[in-house]
């Protein structure tokens, strides 16, 4: 049973710059959410996609969008960097979208805008 | 007011002392998860819980629904324990998570 695996792990962009992050899902779970999560604060929820629709979003612009393809897999663009959006982008994968199903988390791409 | 509150932010005991995090919620829950996040950023799932409590080794959740309250409690601590612990509620139909801020523990030998 492989985990969640993201990439890459570090990251420094321009502002006005676009942005691509990785996210492979764990073996079997067929839902991955986004969070990003600033330095001293708890993640936040950005997106969740399952079966490769998005099923749900944050208070996050449109310029945050994603996809997720038929093994699983996801990924995060952000157009037009803003220096605000350095932090650490969390992906986590689930089994269903049903309630009680547990996560699990990647190690997450710290992204840093300058 | 944040939607999930822990207590406290930082926390500070010798190796061997009894913990207890604190997490309260303002919104209907399915779950609660306790995670651990380590400095490198990565985030492991310790319990999920919807009633009543749970133990895995010298760890031990608990939740009260009616007072929308949870604690963690470790027991024996350790150096090794010293990282930030998140509490974060299943509280939409989509599942995402609502995440408190976290608690910063250092534990010292």
């Known amino acids: 049973e492989t985990g969640v695996t993201q990439s890459p792990t570090h990251l420094i962009k321009t502002r006005g710059q676009q942005v691509t992050l990785r996210c492979s899902s764990q073996?079997?779970?067929?839902?991955v959410s986004w969070y990003q999560q600033a330095l001293g604060q708890g993640p936040q929820f950005i997106f969740q996609?399952?079966?490769?629709?998005?099923?749900g979003r944050g208070n996050f612009p449109p310029r945050f969008s994603g996809l997720q393809f038929p093994n699983y897999s996801s990924e995060l663009n952000v157009n037009a960097l803003e220096l605000d959006d350095s932090a650490l982008y969390l992906c986590?994968?689930?089994?269903?979208?049903?309630?009680?199903?547990?996560?699990?988390f990647g190690s997450g791409t710290r992204l840093t805008v300058v | 007011k944040n939607e999930v509150e822990q207590s406290p932010q930082n926390l500070t005991a010798q190796e061997g002392e009894f913990i207890t995090i604190n997490c309260s919620y303002s919104?209907?829950?399915?779950?609660l998860h306790w995670l651990q996040q380590h400095p490198g950023g990565g985030i492991v799932s310790l319990f999920m819980?919807?009633?009543g409590k749970k133990k895995h080794g010298r760890l031990i959740a608990t939740i009260n629904i009616q007072e929308k309250h949870s604690s963690l409690h470790i027991t024996a601590s350790h150096p090794r324990d010293s990282a930030v612990y998140i509490c974060?509620?299943?509280?939409?139909?989509?599942?995402?998570?609502?995440f408190g801020k976290g608690t910063k523990l250092s534990v010292k030998p």
């Open positions: 986590a994968s689930s089994s269903s979208l049903a309630t009680n199903y547990g996560y699990t």
């Open positions: 073996s079997g779970h067929n839902t």
């Open positions: 996609y399952y079966r490769e629709e998005e099923n």
């Open positions: 919104v209907g829950i399915s779950a």
């Open positions: 819980l919807s009633s």
């Open positions: 974060a509620v299943e509280a939409g139909s989509q599942g995402n998570l609502i």
